[in-house]
């Protein structure tokens, strides 16, 4: 099956630094690539989409300058949590998805951000 | 919110009882798909379920679809300790190809 992988999957930083989550399609060309947050004991929250060589569309309440998104090539995208603070702390799941028309949608095991 | 809901939000039965967890959502569908997540580690699917789909099978897993009332069920029969997760629903709408979770259902199988 297709496999998504995240680095890294957990990280640390003090408040105000940037960090950069890498999600990558390994055996697929993701046409398309999503980045949820997941909070303690809740459900995913999709952030935005991002689609090969395009602008990422940001879902309403999400900076986008903030987390800033570059989906550079059909096997990467990057999520950059710019000037952290412990309120960002949180799960970040990236997904990909493939052939135009694939419903399914291939999880990344995800990345635990802690801020101090 | 588009975010549909799950009930119940948590569920404890023992090994070899059934589970059976319900989404509902709010516009119309093309798919509803349900996902399993293992306390802090990421999503893996278990089964797609297409708007003129009414039930479907896999293993143990039964999925039923009621377009009209917009709602799902996930069905875990002979459920085992391993089962122990939490399982959320997921529907993809018709535009954007968004995936929009329920708020999920921590099914908790005791030995």
């Known amino acids: 099956g297709a496999v998504v992988s995240q680095h890294p999957s957990r990280v640390i930083c003090k408040s105000g630094t940037s960090v950069k989550i890498e999600c990558r399609s390994l055996d697929f060309q993701a046409t398309t690539m999503f980045w949820y947050r997941q909070f303690p004991k809740q459900s995913l929250m999709l952030m935005a989409t991002?689609?090969?060589?395009?602008?990422?569309?940001?879902e309403q309440g999400v900076e986008k300058d903030k987390f800033l998104i570059n989906h550079a090539s059909l096997t990467l995208s990057t999520l950059t949590v710019t000037s952290a603070h412990p309120e960002d702390s949180s799960f970040y799941i990236c997904?990909?998805?493939?052939?135009?028309?694939?419903?399914?949608?291939?999880f990344g095991p995800g990345t635990r951000l802690t801020v101090l | 919110s588009q975010q549909g809901e799950e009930d119940p939000q948590a569920l404890s039965i023992q090994e070899g009882e059934n589970a059976t967890m319900n989404c509902s959502y709010k516009t119309s569908i093309n798919n509803l798909q349900w996902y399993r997540q293992n306390s802090g580690r990421g999503l893996v699917h278990l089964i797609l379920i297409r708007s003129n789909e009414r039930e479907k099978h896999s293993g143990r897993l039964r999925v039923t679809l009621d377009t009209s009332k917009k709602s799902s069920s996930l069905l875990i029969t002979a459920s085992r300790a391993a089962d122990t997760a939490s399982y959320f629903c997921a529907t993809l709408y018709n535009q954007g190809g968004k995936l929009i979770f329920g708020q999920g259902t921590e099914l908790s199988v005791k030995p």
């Open positions: 997904s990909a998805t493939g052939l135009a028309g694939e419903d399914e949608q291939f």
């Open positions: 991002s689609n090969e060589g395009s602008k990422a569309t940001y």
